[in-house]
């Protein structure tokens, strides 16, 4: 058989609980649920999308000495509508460094994308790529040069 202070306290923990419960169905009820609205400005929007045409996506850049560095650049165009902004550019290995655009290109504005290639230790034939991510349909384009390093004196 059960003491008296056991039943008591079993009652004071059902008495809490269901006091707890109540109080929070009867504010549940008391409030309707309010819809959460983003005001158009503050919604995030997709970014739009245009074209790009490459006036130039593939270069030779001849030969060069083991330890020379060379400049490259590719030229596009926005061939369309809206604002053309180069994401991110990224090189196939450390010995190349890609520049982007700090600027979106407007529509039909051409625009650059610069890259510095460091001989050292590189003889022979190299061939390099940069990966482009801009806001077009494809997204994702490649570019290449190629290089030959002869050794230096």
């Not at 625009?111 to 482009?132: C, P």
Request: aromatic letters at 6%; hydrophobic letters at 35%.
């Amino acid at each position: 058989m059960r003491s008296f202070p056991h039943i008591l306290s079993g009652a004071v923990i059902t008495i809490i609980l269901s006091t707890g419960c109540t109080q929070g169905n009867d504010e549940h009820t008391k409030k309707e649920p309010q819809a959460q609205t983003v005001p158009a400005a503050e919604s995030p929007l997709p970014p739009s999308l245009t074209s790009i045409e490459w006036i130039d996506s593939a270069l030779n850049m001849g030969k060069i000495r083991e330890g020379e560095k060379v400049e490259v650049a590719f030229r596009f165009k926005n061939t369309g509508t809206e604002q053309l902004v180069i994401n991110n550019v990224s090189a196939s290995c450390g010995c190349t460094v890609a520049e982007k655009p700090q600027e979106p290109i407007g529509p039909g504005k051409e625009g650059l994308i610069r890259a510095a290639f460091d001989s050292k230790g590189r003889t022979g034939q190299n061939h390099k790529t940069l990966t482009v991510y801009a806001n077009t349909a494809a997204s994702v384009y490649n570019l290449s040069f190629d290089v030959e390093v002869t050794p230096g004196k």
